[in-house]
């Protein structure tokens, strides 16, 4: 065990490791070199708003420390991995698109003052590459860019082995990478960017959008597809199938998502992409095509020793990244 | 002066920044703060190939220090700026693009060995970030990007206020992020690069290929322009005065360039972007329709304090910036 913590108590201590999602919120108990001891997870809710789902956390966290049978000594401190824009300085999330009302919330105070225990907080895109980088797909690599393909499009980007946050510490969005000038309208206020074609949202939307024209053109025509309900998965499944309707849109999601992974091989040279993220549960039917797009169409010199590869720890990337985070802050 | 260097001689040592460009090769005795005591050009000539050019650079060098009335041990050493692919640890240029015949080329060691002083060798587009981060425009930013404009579009990304090089010593290629992936076939393979659209080689090669599509459908179609050896300030000049033949194409090398910044800005969250080389020489009439673009495309959260403006060194930002980075190195 690690002298430094033997004055605290004989047993290894752990970290928390939290991942505030939109959909869900993920809570790990942490072991000092990675490993997942427990981990649970909740719905966020987040509709019901940001006190509620403050408390919703604080609830959980005491459970996992209860169910742990150690106690808060045992307990170095707790990992958050949260979306932004947020400054992991102070801790405080400035807003986050898929929590509506978090405006300027001091998250990293708030449970730490609950707690007592020390906080960081980072950006979940960051904590799932950092969480890639220590225990996943690229360890051991320096440079590399970790797309998360959700509901949005994230991405971390590890320069030199350090996170690179940018000048408002909210660099990395590899969603908001233009590929088509003329593309549609995006909610960041931009056009035509990666996350319109290639998410999970700008599928739907998509999907939508041609039922909504074809039945413009044709008031008979019935999709046969419920476009608002749709599982990702089915999607592509039903592309793979041959079906007219959603064919062309995932083709679109793939090919936009390789042109976005050759303009960031080009721009920064990195060892390792890395994707992670529901998109990515796609497995080889995703990277087989999206690597083929891009060892046809960027840089030779800049392929040389490039690897694409899907992450290793699913859902676990981003408590796993944040623990270490928390580790290595101390 | 530096105490470091008092047992060498009691002036103030200089350093030799060098610019090894396709068209011309320009060559600086610097002063430890940066200021160009001397400066000379010569033209590359560049088809005569490496030995000639490599006899031209020493024999330049040799004349530089002669006429500075110094001698070598008031020479703390020189700093080159090259084309690369290079390996900056090694000064080996691995090839030039421009440079035919330029593979595998010790340059560094062979400059060092002549002249008996130590050497280092950077790329030029880094170095012309560099020179403008120390001298220029950007003094006292760390995370820029610097787009060189010029027969090619280059790049150098200076983060967290270093040079970032990715992971074969080639990260910055700027000139090919993908703004079409239906755009025209690149040289380096890819397909809608932004150099295709923006650099003075895709503007004129636009212009050409507008010229032979517009002869095949009318043979006595007469362009009216020489647009193999049109200067690139005359394109602009005759877009401004509404001449249909080069508009479009002008308006699409800014439009593609102001897109290209967009991604820049969301993906790396700079606090400024530096404009340089010859497409920069049109100033604010380039600068101010780029910005507009920019600040109603881009991420509100990364527009806050966001700078695009001109570089400040012009045709000096290369030999500065090399010099800059030998003062450091040592």
Sequence with gaps: MNAAHSHRSEKEPFTIGVDMGGTKIGIALISCCGEIEDYLKVPTDAEQGKEVIINKLKEQLHRIIKRSETDLTNISGIGIAAPGPLNPETGVI????????????????????????PVIVENDANAAAWGEKMYGAAQGINDMVCLTLGTGIGGGLILNGKIYSGNNSIAGEVGHIVVNKDGPRCHCGGYGCLEAYSSATGIKDRIC????????????????????????????????????????????????????IVTLVNLLNPE???????????????????????????????????????????????????????????
């Design 94 to 117: 400035h807003s986050a698109p898929n929590l509506p009302g978090w405006i300027e919330v001091p998250l990293g105070q708030m449970i730490s003052k609950a707690f007592q225990l």
């Design 209 to 260: 959008h041609k039922i909504e024209e074809m039945q413009a053109a044709d008031p008979d025509f019935v999709p046969g597809i419920d476009a608002a309900h749709i599982k990702l998965a089915e999607t592509f499944q039903r592309a793979r199938q041959g079906d007219s309707l959603v064919k062309d849109i995932i083709e679109d999601a793939i090919t936009y998502l390789g042109i976005g």
């Design 272 to 330: 390792m992409i890395v994707l992670v993220g529901g998109i990515a549960n796609e497995g080889d039917q995703l990277l087989n095509p999206v690597k083929e797009l891009v060892f046809h169409r960027a840089m030779k010199s800049h392929l040389k020793g490039l690897k694409i590869v899907l992450g290793k720890l699913g859902e676990y990337a981003g408590v796993t990244g944040a623990a270490a985070l928390f580790q290595q802050s101390r």
